[in-house]
């Protein structure tokens, strides 16, 4: 029909806003217009007011689209997408990441190091746009990036894959229009070293201590002539850990129980994590193991 508005993808709009895909999915998420339901982005009352609307593919399955005038729309055409951000400003697109988890992932792929000076840009760090800086007031050291930084695939993936750790990892598919989407689960849980886990809550554990450079051992058995294993096991320290997940079945809630008496009866240092210290590893495993003389 002559005069029909263009129907646009959410990246479709991103690139003609000259903006990261990312940037413009959270913005409409700020904005009240697309909210998150389960694996997907869905409209809002206020997004179908701005002209929203779902368009099927057989390949991309059900995706948002919008009218091609959105671009010259006043809000997002006020996006400035020429500043620079930080792993803390990061969080805005992966919320379920702490700044010094967005740091830690960033560095495990080769883009900075963490020195006794703070974040140290590397040769690869610098080919991406990044930019040493020095904080005014303490001297530390830290990394800027540019925008478009959170649409590199490789960092995209990793930091999802991180933000999503709490699932089973899903084998790779591919892609459709808008992003932000997240596979469904259908495999066991997978750290990011490789290791394959029982559960979530190992998962996170997993990652946890890798990405702190903490060498760990998974299903180490403990110095008993009964064989029984500790979930993780990490020999700076000889410290071992425990997952305890909300629901335990039975059996595992035996050895775990009897794990917790080796432990006291061999004075062995432990430190048991709980469904609950799922989001605060930080705090939890951090002090547990600093107890023990382990900075990370």
């Keep these: 029909m002559e005069g029909e508005d263009k129907r646009l993808s959410t990246t479709a709009l991103a690139r003609q806003l000259k903006i990261p895909t990312q940037q413009l999915?959270?913005?409409?998420?700020?904005?009240?217009?697309?909210?998150?339901?389960?694996d997907a982005w869905v409209l809002?009352?206020?997004?179908?007011?701005?002209?929203?609307?779902?368009?099927?593919?057989?390949?991309?399955?059900?995706?948002?689209?919008?009218?091609?005038?959105?671009?010259?729309?006043p809000l997002l055409a006020a996006i400035e997408s020429n500043q620079r951000i930080t792993a803390a400003s990061m969080c805005r697109y992966y919320p379920r990441l702490h700044p010094r988890?967005?740091?830690?992932?960033l560095a495990e792929l080769g883009l900075q190091h963490h020195s006794i000076l703070g974040w140290e840009l590397t040769a690869l760090g610098k080919s991406l746009g990044g930019l040493q800086e020095e904080s005014e007031n303490s001297g530390a050291f830290y990394v800027t990036w540019p925008h478009e930084?959170?649409?590199?695939?490789?960092?995209?993936?990793?930091l999802t894959r991180q933000s999503d750790q709490s699932q089973p990892v899903a084998p790779s598919v591919e892609g459709g229009p808008d992003l932000f989407s997240a596979?469904?689960?259908?495999?066991?849980?997978?750290?990011?070293?490789?290791?394959?886990?029982?559960?979530?809550?190992?998962?996170?554990?997993?990652?946890?201590?890798?990405?702190?450079?903490?060498?760990?051992a998974y299903q180490r058995a403990l110095p008993t002539e009964e064989l029984v294993q500790a979930?993780?096991?990490?020999?700076?320290?000889?410290?071992?850990?425990?997952?305890?997940?909300?629901?335990?079945?039975?059996?595992?809630?035996?050895?775990?129980?009897?794990?917790?008496?080796?432990?006291?009866?061999l004075q062995l240092r432990h430190i048991e994590i709980n469904a609950a210290d799922a989001d605060r590893l930080d705090e939890v495993l951090g002090r547990g193991l600093l107890a023990f003389g382990i900075r990370c």
């Design 25 to 38: 999915f959270a913005t409409l998420r700020d904005y009240g217009w697309i909210k998150r339901v389960g």
């Design 44 to 73: 809002t009352p206020k997004g179908e007011f701005e002209g929203g609307s779902f368009q099927q593919s057989s390949r991309f399955g059900r995706y948002i689209v919008w009218p091609e005038r959105l671009q010259h729309h």
């Design 101 to 105: 988890q967005i740091n830690r992932a």
């Design 149 to 158: 930084i959170i649409d590199n695939p490789v960092i995209h993936r990793e």
């Design 183 to 216: 596979a469904s689960a259908t495999v066991p849980c997978q750290g990011v070293d490789g290791h394959r886990l029982a559960t979530p809550l190992e998962t996170r554990v997993c990652n946890w201590l890798y990405l702190a450079q903490l060498a760990h």
């Design 231 to 265: 979930d993780f096991y990490v020999p700076e320290g000889s410290v071992y850990i425990d997952c305890w997940d909300a629901d335990i079945p039975a059996q595992a809630l035996s050895a775990k129980l009897l794990r917790r008496e080796l432990y006291r009866k």
